[in-house]
């Protein structure tokens, strides 16, 4: 039942040290409410049969009753231990997975950005001065300090198999750790709904071996095209792009994360079903805006339909 919708419920094959962690708190919490409702059943079972009616008691009346301290004292207190059963490792969970996994403390993490924008996520490699789109390569068995935002609406990072979700705004940067334990390839998505494209908002994590992931970041930086601003800006647009690379990054001109970054909204092209598309209302901080006065030059974007052709070569690192 539990399995549904999937042949295999990837949060119950952990494939990281965050991951596991998650795991088993779920694992935690599904034994303490089975336990739960074990004694409540049983109860109810006892009690059912117990006061049944009988031939030896029909028309019975029970005496009044004034309350127990006893009883009344139990069942609140027991609800209050369930509580407290759930917190306290709900909580040292929530702050384990917060920061660099134990036991990887001593490991530099590999920085990736992560932007996402409707229906796509663009991965920057900093360090390395690269960038992809819907796919992301990163070594196994290093802690990956994921930095992530967005380009316009609230999205939500999450890659089972790795760890938990988290939540990528514009303007605002949040923090993601998570380590792959071995090679292998491992579906992302955006768990949190932002429009009709939101089903195949999806990534692919590729772990591999440090060997290997070096030789794929050499192969993009003399084989990757360039990614010119004004192809950057059309990405934006709402649109389902496939899987590209390339061999710099948009943060040569912008960084979503930056609070006094432009506005990249295309409300006007969002089709919702009702002819009635959505407008900018006079934002002067809109990246359209030619007379917006700021640092980030938004103004070489082409106004029109918005297109899913693809700019970059597919580098998978397969």
């Known amino acids: 039942m539990l399995a549904g919708c999937e042949n295999k419920l ?4 952990p494939q990281g040290p965050v991951a596991r962690e998650i795991t088993g708190l779920i694992n935690y919490s599904i034994v303490l409410m089975l336990l739960v409702v074990f004694v409540v ?10 006061y049944r009616e009988r031939k030896d008691n029909m028309g019975y009346e029970p005496p009044e009753e004034h309350g ?4 009344e004292t139990i069942w609140t207190a ?3 231990i369930i509580i407290i059963a759930l917190t306290i490792p709900t909580v040292k969970t929530i702050y384990a997975t917060e920061k660099i996994p134990k036991g990887y403390e001593n490991k530099e993490p590999l920085v990736i950005k992560v932007t996402s924008a409707d229906w796509k996520w663009i991965f920057s490699y900093p360090e390395q001065g690269i960038e992809t789109v819907n796919y992301v390569n990163i070594p196994e068995d290093r802690p990956i300090d994921f930095k992530l935002t967005s380009a316009g609406t609230m999205n939500s990072f999450w890659i089972p198999a790795l760890g938990g979700q988290k939540y990528s705004m514009a303007k605002a940067e949040t923090q993601l750790y998570l380590v792959a334990d071995h090679p292998g390839s491992y579906v992302g998505k955006n ?5 009709q494209g939101f089903a195949e908002q999806q990534f692919e994590v590729q772990s591999m071996t440090h060997e290997d992931f070096d030789e794929w970041v050499k192969e993009v930086k003399e084989t990757a095209p360039k990614l010119t601003e004004k192809e950057y800006y059309k990405k934006l647009e709402p649109s389902h792009l ?13 960084d979503h994360s930056d609070s006094n970054s432009k506005n990249y909204l295309n409300p006007e092209m969002y089709d919702r079903g009702h002819g009635w598309p959505g407008k900018i ?11 917006a006065k700021t640092e980030e030059s938004g103004n070489n ?6 297109s899913t052709e693809s700019h970059g070569g597919d580098h998978s690192g397969h």
């Open 242 to 254: 496939g899987r590209e690379t390339y061999s710099n990054t948009h943060l040569e001109w912008v």
């Open 78 to 80: 027991i609800p209050i």
């Open 10 to 13: 990837v949060v119950f094959d």
């Open 301 to 306: 974007h082409d106004d029109g339909s918005h």
């Open 68 to 71: 127990s301290v006893v009883l």
């Open 281 to 291: 209302f006079e934002d002067e901080n809109n990246y359209k805006n030619k007379d």
């Open 41 to 50: 059943f049983a109860l109810f079972i006892y009690i059912v049969w117990k």
């Open 191 to 195: 768990s949190n709904f932002n429009g």
